[in-house]
């Protein structure tokens, strides 16, 4: 049985994104990058953007699941607080398409790509890549953390069971 995930690293200026498909227990790679806004932008212009791609992507790639990564803050709650609405408008999109979303924290998804939560993200990076058979690293570096987030999603498994019928 194959299985697409798509993984989302939200952001308000950059949300990385990253499809990869799972057979068995060889992985995939079925595309990165990200949908970026600009600051000029008004704030909720920023998130219908966001929103929109989102949708684009799932309706582009129809995956069976998506990932996307924990909230986590410990300094600038501002930044935090905006990232949390785009996480929501991601969240919205991912639930108008009727799809299992999944939350990891950074430890998970490093546990499950390197088999150590506190990888460097450039250990992380490098993995994600031998994984997926890239020439380089993905670029940028929210593409990448996508794609980790799809990777994990992956080797979380029980996607079947999840799935509900009209995806099956």
Do not use: W
């Not at 068995?24 to 929103?51: C, M, N, Y």
């Not at 990891?104 to 993995?127: C, D, I, N, T, W």
């Not at 994984?131 to 380089?136: F, Q």
């Amino acid at each position: 049985m194959s299985v697409r995930v798509l993984g989302i690293d939200p952001g308000t200026a950059t949300t990385g994104y990253g499809v990869v498909e799972g057979h068995g227990t060889r992985l995939v790679h079925v595309a990165h990058g990200a949908i970026r806004t600009a600051p000029s932008e008004a704030f909720a212009d920023r998130l219908v953007i966001i929103h929109d791609a989102c949708r684009e992507l799932i309706a582009q790639h129809r995956p069976d699941a998506v990932a996307i990564e924990k909230l986590f803050f410990s300094r600038n709650v501002t930044t935090g607080i905006a990232v949390a609405q785009a996480r929501g408008v991601i969240a919205l999109a991912v639930a108008q398409a009727g799809l299992p979303l999944a939350e990891f924290s950074p430890l998970e998804v490093k546990s499950a790509v390197v088999g150590y939560g506190r990888a460097a993200k450039a250990q992380v990076q490098e993995m994600t890549r031998i994984l997926l058979n890239l020439d380089e690293r993905p670029r940028p570096d929210d593409a990448a953390d996508a794609l980790a987030l799809a990777v994990c999603r992956i080797h979380a498994g029980d996607l079947g069971r999840r799935l509900p019928e009209s995806k099956r």
